[in-house]
């Protein structure tokens, strides 16, 4: 195809979109969503969770105040960060303060096809250009001309489970939530920038994660045939107890099993052991990041909505830290998901006397 053919093509069948998501929402699916509150809750299960102690938050914040603060929710479970954000650009007035926690859900959805993944990828690559970006944000309507054409996925209303995520093939398992990591970042990078523009200001939370589970399936071939034996000499160090044979040896099969969630599962529980609190809770990331079948949420998440954070200038909470810290005295979680009630209180306090600060009160 000519450069003049594939324009005409890209100007009929694009959408003028600035970041090329590879899906398109139905028009009115969430049509003209109105809220007169100052604090918004938005986001997936865990924020649908936070938001049924939005009362107790509110009386927190007002304090002596004879008005208390509004705070409302559009969080809903089964949501990823994609509907949020539609649901944001639908709001006909942006509250003060938004309040988004967007991790468990976020690979659940299909939004994409599979087939066409190089040229989403590519279409993402070219998004990431800093010369793009700032062409685009001057004239947005170019975008449809700088993007390969992608048959998108219409989304309404429902959301269409990702079925084949969950069949238990690894390298599908992997590549799909590739996708799903750089759409989130791209997406949470509007979210922030649409947010801050008209003057909202947005507190990320992490989301919690049950450091203590171990991981479901670590990845085929992750862990060097060679190094068996000693990944079964360290679980039974562990289980008479010499924490430090068991670390001398699973120091090296760290080193030599990088990608091996079990090993660094194995890890975890040495340092915690150990006292090694920190080296603990990275090697529970480790393990979780690499599992081959983790449904639930996932540390790549975090730290994607740490460091686009930081990048946009905000503050977050770091909940799954907190949690980690709550868990070595505590039992924190009422099943493989939610902590127990007491600890959304602890963050109620944490936002409040956040957003007391912001507010000044």
Excluded: W
Excluded at 53 to 82: N, Q, V
Excluded at 297 to 314: A, M, R, Y
Aim: hydrophobic share 40%.
């Amino acid at each position: 195809m000519t450069p003049i053919t594939i324009l005409t093509y890209r100007h009929f069948n694009n959408d003028s979109s600035i970041t090329p998501y590879p899906y398109i929402f139905k028009p009115k699916t969430y049509a003209s969503i109105e809220t007169d509150a100052s604090v918004l809750i938005m986001g997936d299960a865990f924020a649908a969770r936070l938001a049924s102690f939005k009362s107790g938050l509110a009386t927190k914040i007002s304090g002596d105040i004879k008005k208390t603060l509004t705070i409302e929710s559009l969080a809903k479970p089964g949501e990823g960060l994609h509907r949020t954000l539609e649901k944001l650009k639908n709001l006909k007035r942006l509250p003060l303060i938004i309040i988004l926690m967007s991790n468990i859900d976020n690979h659940k959805e299909l939004v994409f096809r599979p087939s066409e993944s190089s040229d989403i990828y590519e279409n993402l690559k070219i998004y990431e250009n800093p010369l793009i970006q700032s062409i685009l944000m001057i004239f947005p309507s170019l975008a449809k001309y700088f993007y390969h054409h992608v048959n998108y996925v219409e989304l309404d209303n429902t959301i269409k489970i990702n079925k084949s995520i969950s069949t238990g093939d690894e390298i599908l398992y992997q590549q799909h939530m590739q996708m799903y990591f750089k759409l989130y970042s791209a997406t949470l990078n509007e979210f922030f920038t649409y947010a801050t523009k008209r003057n909202s200001i947005v507190i990320p939370i992490t989301s919690p994660i049950h450091h203590k589970l171990k991981p479901k399936k670590s990845c085929y071939g992750s862990l060097a045939p060679d190094t068996q034996n000693n990944f079964q000499q360290a679980i039974k160090l562990i289980n008479e107890r010499d924490f430090k044979s068991a670390f001398n040896i699973a120091k090296d099969l760290v080193l030599i099993n990088s990608s091996h969630a079990a090993t660094h599962f194995l890890n975890g529980l040495i340092n915690e052991r150990l006292n090694n609190y920190r080296a603990a809770y990275r090697s529970f990331l480790n393990a979780k990041a690499y599992d081959c079948a983790n449904d639930g949420v996932h540390p790549i998440f975090n730290e994607i909505l740490k460091d686009k954070t930081s990048l946009f200038g905000l503050e977050y909470i770091d909940y799954d830290r907190f949690i980690y810290d709550q868990s070595l005295k505590n039992n924190v979680f009422l099943d493989e998901t939610y902590p127990q009630d007491l600890f959304f209180q602890r963050l109620n306090d944490m936002l409040a006397n956040k957003i007391k600060n912001l507010l000044k009160l």
